[in-house]
């Protein structure tokens, strides 16, 4: 494929399934209003910050209905997907309907939005979006599609390109593909739940070479058209962020809240089994805690009981939805790194604290940053923008997330939460900005702007005519790499020379050797983990780390990587790791390596058997006898 611009070239040769379609259809409400809708000043006035927070209205109904999902773009400008499918039970997505994405703009810089822009309105099933690469990079199940507008016009160059399908979207309506958002990897990161089961690839794939996926973070690879299932288990996961050292982590519904999403893990699950019958044993949430009083009390006793003061205590119920980790600059310093998500029955953000952990994280309880009085708030996701305040989209409905009491269409709103008097943004267009502008960007301390300059960059390194411009980006780039004191901008600068191609292999390899356990670890997974089979000098190079490598992040990393090398190439780093006592107990690390070889235990009995003995790892050595007993 050309280099020119892959994107481009898929939608030449893509077929697209979309016809014309009539004029947008005027979605029903189907619920029956027993309480009243506030006024969004009632809904203001009642909404409890802490002190030195302001809350104000963005945007609300007629201009926004049904926003289940929302991104920004270079230009700082806010976009919107709006779900009117979402329908009762009995009817799961009603096929009448037509869901569409909007754009708003807040051209003073007053908290309010000033111009409202239709960019499509032909979607169904609509969850979530993601602009990059000239378009748009939609979520409609059973599709990920691509709207093209290479221009930037708001207006589509075409029809839509549907780059994989397979999703199901006949069985569940909450569990299904969500998520889009860009990764420091240059990859597309999405989410699936756990009630549908989901045969995903390219159009026109066999059956049988299709992807299986139940409750997961997958991942798409822009430019070389890679779909991958980065880690399995849990429920319903309806957010995920990345903290400062491009840890990954995200949300779920009723056995527990978060969860750190290592490559190849495979976590609790709310009910079923994994396709995989020899994982023998499966990985808890990172949290400490719960949102509700789960000694007393069952997940479903809310409907039953109201909220009780001991799960009001906690966080106020089971049910989580969008997430995001703090990293702008308007909201005070000891917000940085938390991490803030929607509790949808408790009507509030419940706030936690990352820390490290043994060989992984803890996630601990903070107090409850925000609760809302307004029966109608169903806080859905939130995201901090260019001037660092953040965003919330409020579907605006009294029903549940199942609804099975019909569902209220006409109502929406979107809230900004501010500290103090926000700095009016210091960029405007970033697509404007020259590369080694955008590049100094990875260094800002609103990470909005470091993402946004990434991925612009990331798209200029597909196109021939960048070339020459980049050398100089690159350039810089490998200088705070090596110079830079700051780890995160160490950080930034490899990814942003990684989605440019300004890194080979033995740059990386000569990081592996690094201090730091972040630098190490992001070696480790852009050598080995990209999408691409290692060679054997990279196989060499991290079998020698693992024989020496003190940090316990870094190992669960090295653990994540096994499941990339051939099975006879496992054993060496897996023995290395295994040998170590420190991390014997960790939740994570044994689980990850027993992941990792189990594939290669059937094939090996000599070797399985020799690390069953040299291991400092009870439970490994359990599973390995066991592994050897059964076909």
């Known amino acids: ?9 898929i939608i030449i040769l893509g077929t697209s399934l979309y016809a014309e379609l009539p004029s947008f259809p005027s979605p029903p409400d189907t619920q029956e209003i027993t309480i009243p809708l506030p006024s969004t000043e009632k809904a203001l006035a009642e ?8 809350a104000q209205l963005f945007a609300s109904e007629p201009d926004v209905h049904q926003p289940i999902g929302m991104t920004w773009d270079a230009r700082g400008r806010l976009w919107v997907a709006e779900c009117y499918t979402y329908a009762e039970s009995r009817i799961n997505y009603n096929r009448e309907l037509r869901d569409r994405i909007l754009i708003f703009e807040d051209q003073d ?3 309010r939005f000033d111009k409202r822009t239709v960019f499509w309105d032909k979607g169904q099933c609509l969850t979530s979006m993601a602009v990059g690469f000239g378009g748009v990079w939609v979520t409609c199940a059973p599709e990920l599609l691509f709207i093209p507008d290479a221009d930037g016009d708001d207006k589509p160059d075409g029809e839509p390109v549907v ?5 199901n979207d ?9 998520g889009l958002k860009w990764g420091p990897d240059g990859w597309l990161y999405g989410r699936h739940g756990i009630q549908a089961l989901s045969t995903v690839g390219k159009p026109g794939t066999p059956e049988e070479k299709r992807k299986k996926l139940k409750c997961c973070i997958w991942r798409y690879q822009p430019t070389r058209h890679i779909f991958e299932i980065v880690c399995e288990g849990t429920t319903n996961s309806w957010g995920h962020d990345w903290d400062e050292h491009g840890q990954l982590f995200f949300i779920n519904t009723v056995i527990g809240h978060l969860w750190h999403a290592v490559p190849g893990a495979y976590f609790k699950r709310m009910h079923g089994k994994h396709f995989n019958p020899h994982l023998y044993e499966l990985i808890e949430q990172t949290a400490d805690h719960y949102h509700w009083d789960k000694g007393s009390e069952k997940w479903g006793d809310l409907k039953r009981k109201g909220m009780t003061s001991p799960t009001d205590a906690a966080g106020g119920g089971h049910a989580h939805c969008g997430m995001m980790i703090y990293q702008g600059e308007n909201w005070p310093e000891k917000y940085r790194g938390r991490l803030f998500t929607f509790n949808l029955h408790g009507r509030r953000i419940n706030s936690d604290r990352l820390e490290r952990k043994g060989a992984g994280y803890v996630g601990l309880h903070e107090p409850d940053f925000m609760k809302v009085k307004d029966p109608w708030f169903r806080g859905i996701e939130m995201t901090y923008g260019p001037d660092g305040t953040v965003f919330l989209l ?10 099975n009491d019909g569902v209220h269409r006409s109502s929406g709103r979107i809230y900004r939460i501010s500290h103090g008097k926000p700095i009016k943004p210091l960029h405007g267009d970033l697509g404007k900005l020259s590369s080694l502008k955008l590049a100094r960007l990875q260094l800002s301390t609103n990470e909005w702007y470091v993402r946004k300059a990434r ?13 020459t411009d980049l050398t100089e980006t690159r350039r810089y780039l490998k200088e705070v790499v090596s110079q830079n004191p700051s780890i995160s901008g160490k950080l930034r600068a490899l990814w942003t020379l990684h989605v440019i191609a300004g890194i080979d292999e033995k740059f990386l390899l000569q990081l592996l050797g690094h201090k730091n356990e972040h630098v190490r670890l992001w070696a480790i997974r852009l050598l080995a983990d990209d999408g691409q089979a290692p060679n054997n000098q990279i196989l060499k190079a991290i079998n020698q780390l693992a024989a020496k490598e003190p940090s316990g992040l870094v190992q669960l990393y090295l653990a994540s990587v096994l499941r990339n090398f051939p099975n006879e190439k496992r054993w060496n780093i897996a023995t290395h790791l295994a040998g170590q006592k420190k991390f014997a107990g960790d939740p994570m690390l044994p689980l990850l390596i027993w992941y990792g070889i189990e594939p290669a235990v059937p094939g090996n009995p000599t070797n399985a058997l020799k690390l069953a003995k040299s291991t400092q790892m ?3 050595r359990q599973f390995i006898s066991r592994r050897l007993t059964e076909n």
């Open 1 to 9: 494929m050309s280099k020119s611009n892959p994107i481009i070239a």
């Open 47 to 54: 909404m409890k910050l802490p002190e030195g927070f302001k």
């Open 109 to 111: 810089n007053d908290g």
């Open 163 to 167: 780059l994989l399908d397979g999703w």
């Open 170 to 178: 006949g069985r569940v309506r909450h569990n299904v593909v969500n």
């Open 394 to 403: 409020d579907w605006s409905d009294i029903g549940e997330c199942h609804e």
């Open 455 to 467: 991925l612009i960059l990331q798209e200029r390194a597909t196109k021939d005519n960048s070339a």
């Open 618 to 620: 009870p439970r490994l």
